[in-house]
């Protein structure tokens, strides 16, 4: 059995994916890197066989028709053979002496008593014309050097958010919450790291800078012209996750630092969809995020209560324009603090 299944999904992906797939190969035979061709138009299929006939033991190309990044995802999963699964897109990469350090722990903890469920690592945000990069650590919120589970974390702050990017996930346990992203649908990544949470009993953090996660490719879906022209797939994703929160309350509310995190994210992502149809300007956008809170208040009042009259929330639902104009310059201080697009 493989150490780690790394599933990088593709679309239209041969400027780039080549750096993807290389950084990746310096795992060696521990590694098996499951590229996913969704679909490409271009010459993605090709350059996936390529490898796949270049390293037979490391690589595999799966091609199927085109899902979106969830299906590739879900594609991913399903042909993985390694102990741990990890998602990395194609226009990212890793960087090696960090690469090899996952590697190690991993296989460390593998043998262990107790199974590790998640591991986290720091990932560095490469903006195109930004010399200084931002990085995301936890080195305020999760233990270092040992296994953990939720009640040994530190209070979780706004800014503190586990990403795709930061993630490796136990495989089995992918399967066993019988996690599927929907197909045809952005910004799924927020549900991969928000359903299996409830799942996840034992973590490590490993405080390395691992995962190079690129921003400023023209049409990028993080794109905020794209996110608005899009904005009914992140009300979707959005929603999904407040069914998934109130359908499991009862499971996540048993864990104070679970609960906590999760209703964080959620309130962030429920921000971003808000300021995304303020700063839209149509009418008929603004008419989508009255809804949107009214589904949530609909599913809980009580999250609700709590998430409309929290510091996002009130800023997201003042009246008038003056209102959203407050709303918008409290979403752009966020934007240059947190760099999440």
């Given at each position: ?268 992502i429920t921000t971003v969809s808000s300021v995304l149809l ?64």
């Open positions: 059995m493989k150490l780690l299944s790394i599933a990088i999904p593709c679309y239209n992906s041969e400027a780039y994916m080549r750096k993807c797939i290389e950084s990746l190969l310096t795992g060696g035979e521990d590694v098996e890197i499951i590229i996913v061709n969704d679909g490409s138009k271009d010459g993605t299929a090709g350059i996936a066989e390529e490898y796949a006939q270049k390293y037979p033991t490391i690589v595999k190309a799966v091609h199927q028709e085109n899902g979106g990044h969830g299906a590739a995802v879900n594609t991913g999963i399903r042909n993985a053979e390694g102990l741990y699964f990890k998602v990395v897109d194609s226009d990212d990469w890793v960087k090696k002496e960090a690469y090899l350090q996952v590697l190690d722990t991993l296989r460390e903890l593998a043998g262990g008593a107790c199974a590790l469920d998640m591991l986290v690592c720091n990932f560095v945000y490469e903006k195109e014309g930004e010399k200084r990069k931002k990085v995301m650590h936890y080195r305020h919120i999760f233990p270092t050097g040992k296994l953990f589970t939720w009640d040994d974390c530190h209070h979780f702050t706004k800014g503190h958010y586990i990403l795709m990017h930061s993630v490796i996930f136990r495989t089995r346990l992918l399967r066993d919450c019988e996690l599927t992203l929907p197909e045809h649908t952005f910004y799924v990544d927020n549900i991969y790291v928000f359903e299996p949470l409830p799942h996840v009993k034992n973590m490590y953090y490993l405080d390395v800078n691992f995962y190079r996660y690129y921003i400023g490719r023209e049409g990028q879906s993080v794109n905020e012209e794209v996110m608005i022209s899009r904005i009914d797939q992140q009300i979707k994703v959005n929603k999904i996750m407040i069914d998934y929160m109130v359908d499991r309350k009862a499971e996540i509310m048993k864990n104070k630092r679970l609960d906590q995190y999760m209703r964080n994210y959620l309130e962030i303020i700063r839209s300007g149509t009418e008929e956008n603004l008419a989508k995020k009255k809804e949107l809170w009214k589904y949530l208040k609909s599913k809980d009042r009580k999250l609700f209560g709590w998430m409309r009259h929290g510091i996002m929330g009130s800023a997201m639902n003042l009246p008038g324009r003056s209102g959203r104009k407050i709303s918008v310059g409290g979403y752009k201080i966020c934007q240059k603090i947190f760099k999440f697009n």
